[in-house]
């Protein structure tokens, strides 16, 4: 069963309002990725992190997302400016390095968005 | 990049019988395939990974096959009963995509007695 934490599994904002979201990996686990799944189960992937930096980001997170994964602190996914479009289950998944060989996602349960 | 396609989007089965789930992925350079039980309201549960180098994995109460040649990775649950009732999806991870998996757009499994 994974071990990661996500934070809150519900939350409700109004168009133009900050969305923050947090998770912690799983112990050991330097890798952190961020998932959307929106309502017709449509998976995009929006960054992820080997320790506290960005491996590799798409533009959309670039431009209205901003996250981070601070040392001895949980990760965070914030939306600058929530619009409609952006409700859906934001899921993180964590994993050992890859270094060698691809290790295995663990998600966690998800932050269920919804921006009315 | 990588696409992948799933099908079918719904499929409904009698409980004792068998169900298969399809994925077909562009990629000839995918080297890792992953399937993933969804439950209502719950997360990703990782039911199996298949490597490229091995073309049939055992689970318990299902069988995944990698066709290479054909780009085609399914999932066969062998005797389904209710429980197994939940969204399915597939993911890969190619070289093209870096780490990040490519999920294919699902299959919603309801079995019924």
């Known amino acids: 069963n994974s071990k990661v934490i996500q934070t809150p599994r519900y939350l409700v904002k109004g168009q133009g309002q900050k969305a923050k979201m947090r998770c912690i990996p799983e112990?050991?686990?330097?890798?952190v990725f961020w998932y959307q799944q929106n309502k017709n189960n449509e998976f995009k992937f929006l960054i992820n992190f080997q320790n506290q930096e960005v491996l590799q980001q798409i533009d959309m997170t670039e431009k209205r997302f901003s996250a981070e994964c601070p040392s001895n602190s949980p990760c965070s996914l914030e939306i600058q400016s929530s619009e409609a479009g952006d409700s859906a289950l934001y899921l993180c998944?964590?994993?050992?390095?890859?270094?060698?060989?691809?290790?295995?996602?663990?998600f966690g349960p998800g932050t269920r968005l919804t921006v009315l | 990049g990588e696409q992948v396609e799933q099908r079918p989007p719904h499929l409904s089965v009698r409980e004792g019988d068998s169900a298969v789930i399809t994925c077909t992925y562009t990629d000839p350079n995918s080297y890792y395939f992953f399937w993933y039980k969804q439950e209502p309201g719950a997360s990703l549960q990782l039911l199996m990974k298949v490597f490229s180098s091995t073309e049939i994995n055992e689970g318990q109460g299902f069988t995944v096959l990698l066709n290479k040649k054909d780009k085609r990775l399914s999932l066969n649950l062998t005797a389904a009963h209710p429980g197994d009732s939940a969204a399915y999806f597939c993911a890969v991870s190619a070289t093209s995509s870096g780490q990040k998996l490519v999920f294919g757009q699902g299959t919603i499994l309801k079995v019924y007695l």
């Open positions: 112990k050991g686990h330097p890798v």
């Open positions: 998944a964590s994993s050992l390095s890859w270094a060698g060989g691809y290790a295995e996602q663990f």
